[in-house]
């Protein structure tokens, strides 16, 4: 059974930093190409970052480009979202997704 | 702005079809697969059709999806109270280098 698992989230001021993690079971997690989705809630999807299957390949979206960083260990079958400079508008649930699949969400909340 | 351009709402009586469609441009949908997801109220989205119109197993066969060009639809037939939810659309975009998503639809059972 495909599972994702995020956690990591919190509350933290502007300026901090949070690191998101994606813990993962039940496929070939080297295999899977990843990616991070946000939604604020009561909004839509947004897609926040992607990474290739031997972590090589990483695209960011350009609303994170620069303060965001993804990751993943494949020996350990999980992704992270290394959250710097965070702003109030990066408050939402963080999402890691495969294509088929997705994890149930961690909140994080930007306020001072 | 989401690049994919989806309706805000559609709506129907139980038993009914409902369809919504996805638009893109040859960069994603033009190009790529599209998949639909489902988001019930307080949950994670759902993959509800992959590569344009394949269902995964444990999902039922009222839900149909197809692409043509740079679009892409979604139907429900024999519409249920349980089909409330919001639907997305996603696919990748070559030029962006990003997962798009469109903005959602928001299918009322009346």
């Known amino acids: ?112 | 702005q989401s690049v994919l351009t989806q309706p805000p709402s559609a709506s129907g009586t139980p038993g009914q079809r409902v369809t919504m469609s996805c638009s893109g441009s040859n960069l994603n949908i033009g190009k790529n697969a599209v998949n639909w997801y489902q988001q019930l109220p307080g949950t994670a989205p759902k993959l509800l059709i992959y590569g344009n119109n394949q269902r995964p197993s444990g999902v039922p066969d009222r839900f149909s999806g197809s692409k043509s060009g740079t679009s892409a639809s979604l139907a429900i037939s024999g519409l249920q109270s349980e089909d409330e939810a919001d639907y997305y659309c996603a696919a990748w975009d070559d030029s962006l280098n990003a997962w798009l998503f469109g903005g959602g639809s928001k299918v009322t059972v009346l």
């Open chain 1, 1 to 112: 059974q495909v599972q994702l698992a995020e956690s990591g989230g919190g509350v933290v001021q502007p300026g901090g930093s949070l690191r998101l993690s994606c813990a993962t079971s039940g496929f070939n997690f080297s295999i899977y190409d990843m990616h991070w989705v946000r939604q604020t809630p009561g909004k839509g999807l947004a897609w926040v970052a992607f990474i290739r299957t031997d972590g090589n390949i990483k695209y960011y979206a350009d609303s994170v480009r620069g303060r965001f960083t993804i990751s993943r260990d494949n020996s350990k079958s999980t992704m992270y979202l290394q959250m710097n400079g965070l702003r109030t508008e990066d408050t939402a649930i963080y999402y890691c997704a495969i294509g088929i699949a997705w994890g149930q969400g961690t909140l994080v909340t930007v306020y001072s």
